[in-house]
């Protein structure tokens, strides 16, 4: 399975950006997915996590009525909705994967992901 994380961009505080995940290779398993960033200097932290069947989702506290993760399997992509960006949400953005038989199952743990994409950059301007 093969994971292109895009969307990021360079954005003004306050703004918003829509990240997306696709997947592509072996779509036909069922893959939790959970987005985290790494900012520069600083450890790649958890962002948001959503089960194969996108009904449950999990975020990281101060990303909490900010940021929203939704899914379309039709389309093997997950999306990371992104509002009220702040200065430190600066960082690159990856997404990761991993096959779940429990379709409400999600992780926050980096551990638990077996694929990763590359990753793109967010900018958020003062």
């Known amino acids: 399975v093969q994971l292109q994380a895009s969307g990021g961009g360079l954005v003004q505080a306050g703004g918003s950006l829509r990240l997306s995940c696709a997947a592509s290779?072996?779509?036909?398993?069922?893959?939790?997915t959970g987005w985290f960033r790494q900012a520069p200097g600083k450890e790649r932290e958890f962002v948001a996590a959503?089960?194969?069947?996108?009904?449950?989702?999990y975020y990281a506290d101060s990303k909490k009525g900010r940021f929203t993760i939704t899914r379309d399997n039709a389309r093997n992509t997950v999306y990371l909705q992104m509002n009220s960006l702040k200065p430190e949400d600066t960082a690159v953005y990856s997404c990761?994967?991993?096959?779940?038989?429990?379709?409400?199952?999600?992780?926050?743990?980096?551990?638990?992901?077996?694929?990763w994409g590359q990753g793109t950059q967010v900018t958020v301007s003062s």
């Open positions: 290779g072996r779509t036909s398993s069922r893959f939790a």
């Open positions: 959503i089960s194969w069947s996108g009904g449950t989702t």
């Open positions: 990761a994967a991993t096959v779940s038989g429990d379709s409400s199952w999600y992780s926050t743990a980096q551990r638990d992901y077996y694929y």
